[in-house]
């Protein structure tokens, strides 16, 4: 079941008896406005990192579980710092990582996934998550961001970017263990191999 917005500002205003029990958005924002909003998610805004891809002769990224491999991927991606009040250019066919300004904490109970605004779909930026949000999920959001429209894209800190919708779930006890829990920066992350794929590469039977 998604929260309506006002569910949301209630979760968002309740103290459970269990701190891990509660839903957290910081900053906080205009508890009165989301309830007024009719909406059935929470506006988030833009950080201030930007995580891009170098230009680079190496002929491809390249996946595997190679610590050489992996700190050459490394390599690749370039942090980047944007102050409140200053633009980041997203280029034509570029893409990107951003982070949301807000840092927030799932109890068990809940799940999420977060969408772009349209308003900034239809002006060629496509902004999504790579997965949903799990339950026990605490850190800020990754963005994707892709400009795939004709003209570069200016965006700014601080501005409103994203949806994250917000639904129930049947578990209470569970806690997101993934590598991205706890981030304030967008991060490339590394792509595993697991026994399956593994195998699959050498030949091996299954």
Request: with cysteine.
């Amino acid at each position: 079941m998604i929260l309506k917005a006002d569910e949301i500002a209630n979760r968002l205003r309740a103290k459970p008896e269990k701190q891990r029990d509660r839903l957290i958005v910081r900053p906080l924002p205009d508890l009165k406005g989301l309830e007024e909003s009719g909406s059935a998610s929470i506006d988030l805004r833009l950080g201030t990192w930007f995580v891009s891809l170098r230009h680079t002769r190496y002929p491809a990224l390249l996946v595997d579980d190679d610590p050489n491999v992996a700190a050459k991927n490394a390599t690749l991606s370039k942090m980047q710092f944007v102050p409140f009040g200053k633009e980041f250019i997203v280029q034509p066919r570029a893409f990107v990582l951003g982070v949301t300004l807000e840092w927030v904490r799932f109890p068990g109970t809940l799940a999420g996934y977060v969408i772009g605004k349209s308003s900034w779909g239809r002006r060629g930026l496509i902004i999504a998550t790579a997965a949903g949000v799990h339950p026990g999920f605490a850190g800020c959001l990754t963005l994707e961001l892709s400009n795939v429209g004709e003209i570069p894209i200016a965006i700014k800190p601080g501005i409103l970017i994203c949806q994250l919708f917000i639904h129930s779930t049947t578990q209470t006890d569970l806690v997101d263990k993934s590598l991205f829990v706890g981030h304030r920066r967008p991060t490339l992350g590394r792509i595993d191999l697991d026994d399956v794929a593994r195998k699959l590469a050498k030949g091996q039977p299954l």
